[in-house]
């Protein structure tokens, strides 16, 4: 038997210490440094099939064909690129109960229903609540193959007998090889199962969805590594109070990355959402000060979200507070400052608070005056004209700056009934939007250069 050694193991990071540390050097996590045996001599895996590779020259190698499997969940396979490729391993996180298990069990009965061999591997759940759960979502029937087990070996070996085209792991951090000697979900497991995983998928071609916890901080359990080993990383978000869920790219080797799928969690199960835009406009006020429409691009998706600003004084001295839900705290900073130098609005004594209502994350630019005008539009008791969207980047000197794919934008915001769109200048002089002509009949385009004439115009 090997002899192993001991290191101490960042839980956070992954990263490797020979002594116990009380904060990592590398993270700057406190108290993660956990003590784990590793064996000098790599265990012998089964899944290690063929002989060693041949060195050939590109113009020689036969391509593959992509071949995509669906799961009949539009929403996801749309995150997807269109379908998971065979031959990948797509790592699916969020956190505890937000309903990964539900998804995976859901995408797992559509593509065995449509032919595809499907194993659906449960490390958390016994084969009877597995099967509970199936008939909750009214697909007890479906021909899927289940198996309740947590031992890699034992997992690798049924994968090999039945040689699925499909296989779900859920979760990563309750399988174990028992060779290590480990804990499960320690840093050294994950590592090598996800390992021992994505080479499996690589050399029998076929797909591996794992599913993967969040730690408190809002990121994946386990070392960051995980994430560059496999293909795709998806994320499952949403408030766990709240019926609706949004499944977001952030990785995927065959497909667009920040595409975005929205989903309602009801009681048979997860329910794609038709028409997104009109679910987050669903609840919005008329004629509030604060609150501003903006055509915001999420992928591939064109999307209507609602940016919600309140600007009050702040009584208690001291430095006043900024807060930012779905919108980058640092860019909300700066359109604070180019609102004070550019506009001549005094927020500096001002608590500000900025929402994106939904749960939506806006990483994109192109919401900088929407953000701007709600909290100038808050700070002033003036809400923004009615039927009015807005979209444009701003700079630091209070030039409004032209955004990408402005065609898509106003359509999707003329099929919601707004008929009018304060934009940048440079968007309606530029050749972007190719049919501009008769994108004019259904809505007024209100062009802006400037920050200022941004506020002189959007208000009654």
């Not at 113009?59 to 269109?82: M, N, Q, S, W």
């Amino acid at each position: 038997m090997p002899k192993k050694k001991v290191l101490f193991v960042c839980q956070q990071c992954g990263y490797e210490a020979h002594k116990w540390m009380g904060r990592c050097p590398n993270c700057q996590s406190w108290s993660t440094m956990i003590e784990e045996s590793i064996p000098d001599v790599a265990p012998e895996n089964i899944y290690r099939l063929g002989e060693a590779g041949e060195v050939k020259q590109l113009d020689e190698i036969a391509p593959l064909d992509e071949e995509r499997f669906l799961t009949g969940i539009k929403e996801l396979d749309r995150v997807l690129g269109g379908g998971a490729v065979a031959g990948t391993v797509i790592l699916v996180g969020g956190d505890p109960g937000i309903g990964k298990s539900t998804l995976m069990l859901q995408a797992a009965l559509g593509l065995a229903s449509r032919g595809s061999r499907a194993l659906y591997v449960s490390g958390e759940e016994s084969l009877g609540q597995v099967k509970m759960r199936a008939q909750r979502l009214r697909c007890a029937q479906t021909p899927l193959m289940v198996l309740a087990e947590t031992e890699y070996n034992r997992i690798a070996s049924q994968i090999l007998k039945y040689n699925p085209q499909v296989v779900i792991i859920d979760s990563i951090q309750t399988i174990i090889k028992g060779e290590l000697g480990n804990v499960p979900g320690s840093v050294v497991q994950i590592r090598e199962v996800t390992a021992s995983l994505v080479q499996l998928a690589k050399s029998k071609q076929m797909i591996i969805f794992i599913v993967g916890h969040v730690t408190k901080e809002g990121i994946l359990a386990g070392p960051r590594l995980l994430e560059h080993m496999v293909d795709c990383v998806l994320y499952f978000e949403g408030e766990r109070y709240e019926n609706y869920r949004i499944l977001r790219s952030i990785k995927n080797r065959f497909g667009a990355t920040n595409e975005i799928g929205i989903f309602t969690m009801e009681s048979s199960g997860l329910q794609e959402v038709q028409n997104p835009s009109a679910l987050f406009l669903s609840q919005r006020p008329d004629g509030v000060a604060g609150s501003v429409v903006v055509p915001s691009v999420e992928g591939s998706r064109p999307l209507l979200v609602e940016i919600q600003g309140l600007a009050t004084p702040s009584y208690f001295g001291g430095a006043p507070r900024r807060t930012s839900t779905g919108l980058d705290f640092n860019r909300v900073a700066i359109i604070i400052a180019v609102l004070e130098k550019r506009a001549g609005l005094k927020l500096f004594n001002h608590d500000i608070f900025i929402n994106v209502v939904g749960g939506v994350k806006i990483m994109e630019p192109a919401a900088d005056l929407g953000a701007a005008l709600s909290i100038a539009s808050s700070f002033m008791d003036r809400p923004v004209r009615k039927g009015v969207m807005v979209v444009g980047e701003i700079g630091l000197t209070g030039e409004v700056r032209p955004v990408s794919r402005m065609e898509e934008r106003l359509r999707e915001g003329v099929k919601m009934g707004f008929n009018r769109c304060l934009l940048p200048r440079g968007n309606v002089s530029s050749n972007l939007i190719t049919n501009i002509k008769e994108l004019e009949k259904d809505l007024e385009m209100i062009d802006v250069s400037t920050l200022a004439q941004a506020l002189n115009l959007a208000f009654d």
